[in-house]
């Protein structure tokens, strides 16, 4: 038996194509399939949310694993295609559901229990998603990801690396990430011009270096991060006034580095997690206006 799904074939015979727009590459190699459900670390007793179904590559494999799959698809043409064909196991529910626009709090509502969450996802969203996840970090257990290479190795970032940023920090201050896996573009149709990587991002339990954190406005982090990755070559008092944070003036944010123990001088990159929560906080704290 060939190590190949028949996706080619499928797309062919149901008149199906590869859609440039939803930025879609389909698995084909069954053998990596198998080992991406393999490392998610799911259990007979999960309830698992697939993001994007696709031809089924990955939702095959998980159904055998797990008691329930809730499958999110966009591309209409593909719900279509598994209505038809009724490929898909008693425990896999399709929904058609355009990914960033899923409520993952009222899915965990509905499998009372934090979301387990499985996806090879489209290149074109996986940044957007991200932050979704991270905005519903207390509602999931745990996301394995396939992503654009680029992407996944600015989730696990060293300080002071160039890849290190916005993604670094803020899913630093809600997770642990781990890259699981490597996978190359001839695993794909149509092949990518980038290689994959699958992280494995691990919301709870709650991390010990976010346990240890100082309670923070999560939403003000963001926006200062944001802020000081916005014109990362400038220093951190240029970049965070350029920002408007709070109103605050140059010289009010320059005296909240300095007491935050941080040189003004210095630039986004070289800021730990640590470093941005008491920022966060001492920000949090000026009275503005």
Do not use: W
Not at 17 to 33: C, D, E, I, M, Y
Not at 36 to 45: A, D
Not at 218 to 230: C, H, P
Request: aromatic share 4%; charged share 20%; with cysteine.
């Amino acid at each position: 038996m060939t190590n190949d799904l028949p996706i080619k074939k499928i797309l062919t015979e149901h008149q199906l194509a590869p859609s440039k727009k939803l930025g879609q590459n389909f698995l084909v190699h069954r053998q990596t399939a198998e080992r991406i459900v393999e490392l998610s670390g799911v259990t007979p007793e999960d309830s698992v949310v697939e993001l994007g179904v696709g031809l089924g590559s990955l939702t095959l494999p998980l159904a055998e694993r797990v008691k329930q799959v809730i499958g999110l698809e966009l591309d209409a043409g593909i719900i279509a295609y598994h209505q038809e064909q009724h490929d898909l196991p008693e425990n896999v529910t399709l929904i058609h559901q355009d990914l960033l626009k899923a409520d993952f709090a009222a899915l965990a509502a509905q499998t009372h229990t934090p979301l387990k969450i499985l996806a090879n996802l489209p290149y074109s969203i996986s940044n957007l998603l991200l932050f979704k996840l991270i905005e519903s970090h207390e509602s999931l257990d745990r996301a394995v990801l396939m992503l654009q290479k680029e992407v996944g190795q600015r989730l696990t970032a060293a300080v002071g690396s160039k890849e290190y940023g916005v993604l670094s920090v803020l899913l630093a201050d809600c997770a642990t990430v781990k890259t699981i896996m490597q996978v190359g573009p001839g695993q794909f149709h149509p092949r990518p011009k980038v290689d994959s990587v699958v992280v494995r991002i691990t919301f709870q339990p709650v991390p010990e270096r976010v346990a240890q954190l100082p309670p923070h406005d999560r939403k003000l982090l963001r926006r200062i991060v944001n802020a000081a990755f916005g014109q990362r070559r400038k220093t951190l008092r240029n970049s965070l006034s350029a920002g408007m944070i709070n109103g605050l003036s140059r010289e009010q944010i320059s005296t909240l580095l300095t007491q935050s123990g941080i040189n003004p001088e210095t630039r986004a990159e070289r800021l730990t997690l640590e470093d941005f929560v008491r920022l966060t906080n001492a920000v949090a704290d000026c009275p503005t206006g």
